[in-house]
């Protein structure tokens, strides 16, 4: 449980999100995933990300495990009842999988299957109360487990949300914490002034806020970003930056690793850093020679702001 002794140990931590194949060919999530392995501390394997259908998480996961790279199981509400969901975890942590991430999942209306049918059997919250069920040895039937899991467990949460909005999510996470979540992984985040209220109110080191880092692929996907998502704000000064500058795939990393650092110098547990399924560029943005394996910069570098 490398993630696990990290947090603990107070050491900054490097989550990559890694989205499985719409197929059955592995070779380039493998390979992705290999050559950025030296700098990344788990690989967050998306369950069905946006509701598009691909190859399940579990199995993801077991093919990075088997190779010796740490992951984090998203295990997503949305698309399996209380019987499935169980079994599932059941199976992840006997094939070494120790890191879940539970999530409510988007509507299939967003995805590829806009027929199917959301289960929804147990919410977010219910979710979380299984799996801690789970580590205590019982199901949720209330049955005796024969051995049972021990995950570090995380959730969501979204600091960008402001005034009566922000209270009843602050109240969630509350929540999620008592029902288990040792770690929240947040929507994706350019600045900390965003945050501000939040940051007020959470204590980030208690709860192991993990912000998101999203990998922008070029100007036009900023200013869709900020245009078009809710509660994702994207500076000014960075969509200039990215609007002069002459090589812009180039600028977007040198903008990503400025901003992990900056998360690290604030005292955050870690980052998880969200490429859209441009995974092969994580090898890139966390080449040693810039980031080191911790996620700090080389002692020379001087700090930069976001």
Known sequence: MHLKCKFDGGEFAVLAELIP????????????????????????????????M??????GAMLLQTRGIET????????????????????????GITNVVA???EDPTFGDHRQARAVH????????????????GKDMAGLDLDGYPQFLLGSTVNPCLQGQALELEIEKMKRRYDAGARFFITPPMFE????????????HRKYKIVPTVLLIKSLGMARYIDRNLKHVNIPRTLLNRLKGAKDKARETLRIAREIIRTFEEEGFCGVQISTLGGEE???????????SVTGRPPAAAAPAAI
């Open 121 to 136: 059997d147990l919410d977010h919250l219910d979710l979380l109360y299984a799996i801690s069920g789970l580590q205590n």
């Open 72 to 95: 984090v199981l998203q295990v997503c509400a949305r698309d399996r009842n209380r019987i499935a969901l169980q079994g599932d975890l059941l199976g992840a942590n006997a094939c």
């Open 21 to 52: 194949p719409k197929g059955t060919d592995v070779s380039l999530m493998l390979d992705n995933a290999q050559k950025a392995k030296a700098s990344v501390d788990a690989f967050v394997v998306t369950d069905m990300y946006n509701a598009i």
């Open 54 to 59: 691909r190859m399940s998480a579990l199995c």
């Open 103 to 105: 999530i409510s999942g």
């Open 192 to 203: 900390l002034d965003t945050i501000t209220g939040f940051l007020q109110r959470v204590d």
């Open 281 to 291: 560029r994580l090898a890139e943005l966390l080449t040693p020679k810039r980031l």
